[in-house]
């Protein structure tokens, strides 16, 4: 006979979180390459490449929007811009502001750069000004007057023995400021709409500009005249030169002409041949995802634009690495509401998330590197994985279903199955538990289809298998919020909006049988969970209440009563004997189901938690948040139990110390530790006892017998005789003390005679010549 014990979970902490950083304006890398600065509102945010984590951030006193920063060329120094019209000089490292000046600008800056020196700091204003700051000997340079409207980009030549500075602004024109004269000598016309950034050669004598009209021009310095004009067929955002000493024949580059890359509405990354205007190299996406189309291109939002090309040399040096131009790390900065996550892939390494729109995103935790899954063509709702984590099913407000593969040695996920035979919006979904054989879904439609899984499910190129729905059942009177299907794949309950929660049969072919109805909750059911062990079903709901049935008579065995609005989503965790539940007022729940005691709440989201889902091993709980936050928690309740033994066992090692202290009459020492044992009696019980000894000391000498005279008065007045006796050695001290207290009563008795023959001397003295008031005074005193 075997019993096992096991140890249920009541702590978790927070492992690691996914937040928003960054939710458009400026990126700029740090010459190390090692960080991404971005703004999200009035924070700048300082995310570590190689972990996708936020190491830094600062933000500004008055919680105004941060409009426009730069970081210098050496990395020390981030300046940003606020609404406030402050100009901020940070230590960013230290997260600690430096120095604060007025921006003289009369409206916010809009735009800042550094020259290659890091010490001329350039800002350009929505007030069509341009200020230069000597951030060294802090004080304004030059101030340039000129540009119409908004100066959105600003930047120096590399070569700063040149002194000359290039701005754009509404106009479309590029101007050339010479900062010897502090005046704009030409104007370089060819952009027709917003010049969007620029370019320049080593050597500095070539310069290209890229424009949202949909061309680049590539400028000569030395005449001030356009070469060529480059026409791109997209709105340009970004444009970068290649390297003229490396091989990039892989990308195209096969001749030493002039090459560079562009980044813009198309979504897609092209390499164009100066010389003879044409697209050399043109990136490829990964399947399923394409160009975005010439109709797509004029939505503003599109969510496969490109806005920003920046030029990372020191990754360049292994071209290997980077060309044919593949994607090494993809961070999302912003997620919108999550509406579901679930853990993926070997050993829970990733999640996949469904947020506010018709893309999943599927994070890699240790660097959260994503990968955007398009497919789906409105609001991805609902999210299950299969039981060996590497296929997956979603659904969406575009009434389909679909089946997704993820690669186990690319970790790259791609489509393989899709439905669509639902009436309305599908919000919610699950999977077979025992093995990969058919998906259920209910949708607002009120029904629940069952659909069967190809054997095979491996496709070729975009192909995809296209599923149909095995069988289909009016489940409910309202919308169909919950779906799950039992540990043995023989059961499917329901809940909905209608307030009840429904069992089927799916053991039979055909259609789904109805076996029972719970019925209970107040409000519509957001959430059902069979139980991994026991036949039971939990549901939770929007009266707050979350609820255990018996699948034998359909009876409430227990409710769970602590949120103080709608449970959204139920889970059972340590194998069956606890339950998590989230809901809309942000919090996490842990409950013991023996107990009917939630042991633990989990506060980590401002907002309602849609997303809640346990690892494969159970000691990991990812959440995903209406605040756009994902965080995953992991269990430390044996880490926690180790410590508090380690704790005890301390204690009594110290106790042990103290005793023997005690016994060897050490009282300095066992001083120090009972009061680090927080022993108050102990504390006292030692100073009696070497207050006693200490006196005898101290009363042998005449300069300290005052203070020993003084314990001893304190000592023989509170305490009995009795209690002073039963002290260690007290008698000894005692007759140490007698003949030295009588020597210094002898030397006071002295003191005092003579004092009193002084004083009596004294009253008798006359001061000679002293008038008679003056000597009755000195008689008086």
């Known amino acids: 006979l075997t019993v096992i014990f096991m140890l249920c979970p009541y702590s978790y902490v927070v492992e690691s979180k996914i937040e928003p950083f960054y939710k458009g304006g400026k990126v700029q890398i740090s010459k190390d390459e090692k960080y991404i600065f971005c703004t999200c509102g009035s924070r700048v945010n300082v995310l570590e490449i190689s972990t996708g984590k936020i190491v830094h951030s600062v933000e500004h006193d008055d919680q105004e929007d941060i409009t426009s920063f730069t970081l210098s060329c050496d990395d020390e120094m981030l300046v940003t811009a606020s609404r406030a019209l402050l100009l901020k000089q940070w230590d960013w490292r230290q997260a600690q502001c430096t120095r604060s000046w007025r921006a003289i600008h009369t409206v916010p800056v809009a735009s800042m750069t550094f020259d290659s020196t890091s010490t001329l700091l350039a800002t350009g204003g929505c007030d069509g000004t341009i200020k230069l700051w000597d951030v060294v000997k802090q004080y304004c340079t030059h101030n340039l007057k000129g540009s119409s409207g908004v100066v959105h980009l600003i930047q120096f030549h590399p070569d700063i023995s040149r002194l000359q500075l290039f701005s754009s602004s509404l106009d479309c024109g590029i101007r050339l400021w010479d900062l010897r004269s502090s005046r704009c000598v030409c104007v370089l016309q060819s952009h027709y709409s917003a010049v969007t950034s620029l370019s320049f050669s080593p050597d500095g004598g070539t310069m290209v500009s890229s424009g949202r009209d949909k061309i680049c021009t590539v400028w000569d310095l030395e005449t001030r005249k356009a070469k060529r004009t480059v026409p791109v067929y997209e709105a340009v955002e970004g444009v970068v030169l290649l390297p003229e000493d490396k091989d990039l024949s892989e990308i195209g580059v096969k001749s030493k002409d002039l090459h560079f890359i562009t980044a813009g509405s198309k979504g897609v990354l092209r390499v164009w041949e100066a010389s003879t205007a044409r697209c050399v190299y043109t990136q490829t996406l990964p399947s399923p995802l394409t160009a975005v189309s010439e109709v797509e291109e004029e939505r503003d939002d599109d969510p496969r634009s490109l806005t920003f090309l920046l030029h990372l040399p020191q990754v360049g040096t292994d071209v290997e690495d980077i060309f044919p131009l593949c994607a090494l790390s993809q961070f999302v900065g912003y997620n919108d509401e999550v509406l579901d996550v679930k853990f993926l892939g070997k050993g829970d390494s990733h999640i996949v998330v469904a947020t506010n729109s018709c893309q999943l995103k599927v994070f890699e935790l240790l660097t959260n590197s994503c990968q955007i899954l398009y497919g789906h063509t409105d609001t991805v709702l609902s999210l299950d994985v299969f039981k060996k984590g590497f296929l997956f099913a979603s659904c969406a407000k575009d009434r389909s279903v679909r089946v997704w593969q993820m690669d186990s040695d690319s970790g790259q996920v791609h489509c393989v199955a899709q439905g669509s035979n639902h009436a309305n919006a599908v919000g919610s979904i699950t999977c077979s538990r025992m093995k990969a054989s058919f998906v259920v879904s209910g949708s607002q439609d009120c029904t629940v289809k069952v659909w069967d899984l190809p054997a095979d499910l491996s496709t070729t190129g975009a192909d995809v298998h296209q599923l149909t729905p095995r069988a289909t059942e009016k489940a409910h009177d309202k919308d169909v919020n919950s779906v799950a299907v039992s540990p043995n794949d023989k059961l499917l309950a329901s809940g909905s909006q209608d307030r009840t929660a429904r069992l089927w049969s799916l053991a039979g072919e055909g259609n789904v049988g109805l076996l029972g109805v719970f019925r209970g909750h107040r409000r519509g059911v957001w959430a059902v969970c069979f139980s991994p062990v026991d036949q039971v079903l939990a549901t939770s709901s929007a009266d707050g209440a979350t609820k255990l049935w018996s699948l034998q008579d359909f009876s409430c065995l227990k409710t769970f009563e602590g949120h103080d609005a709608s449970v959204l989503k139920v889970i059972f965790v340590s194998r069956g004997t606890q339950l998590l539940t989230s809901g809309s007022d942000g919090l996490v729940k842990l409950w013991t189901i023996k107990t009917n005691e939630c042991v633990k709440t989990l506060d980590a989201h401002q907002d309602k938690v849609w997303g809640l889902h346990v690892s494969r091993k159970d000691d990991k709980v990812v959440t995903g948040s209406a605040d756009s936050n994902i965080t995953v928690w992991v269990d430390v309740t044996e880490v926690e139990l180790a410590e508090e033994q380690a704790k005890q066992e301390d204690l009594i090692l110290k106790q ?60 023989l007045t509170h305490l009995p005789p009795e209690e002073i006796l039963q002290y260690q050695g007290a008698r000894t001290h005692l007759e140490g003390l007698i003949p030295y207290t009588e020597r210094h009563m002898q030397r006071i008795g002295n003191l005092l005679q003579a004092s009193m023959f002084l004083n009596y001397m004294w009253q008798k003295m006359r001061v000679a010549g002293a008038p008679k008031k003056v000597a009755e005074q000195r008689s008086w005193h």
Do not use: F
């Open 656 to 715: 042990q110390e103290l005793s023997n202290l005690l016994h060897e009459k050490k009282y300095l020492k066992a001083l120090g530790l009972a009061i680090s044992l927080d022993q108050p009696h102990t504390v006292l019980t030692v100073i009696k006892e070497s207050l006693l000894r200490y006196c005898a000391v101290w009363n042998t000498n005449a300069r300290n017998c005052q203070d020993a005279q003084a314990v001893l008065q304190v000592l």
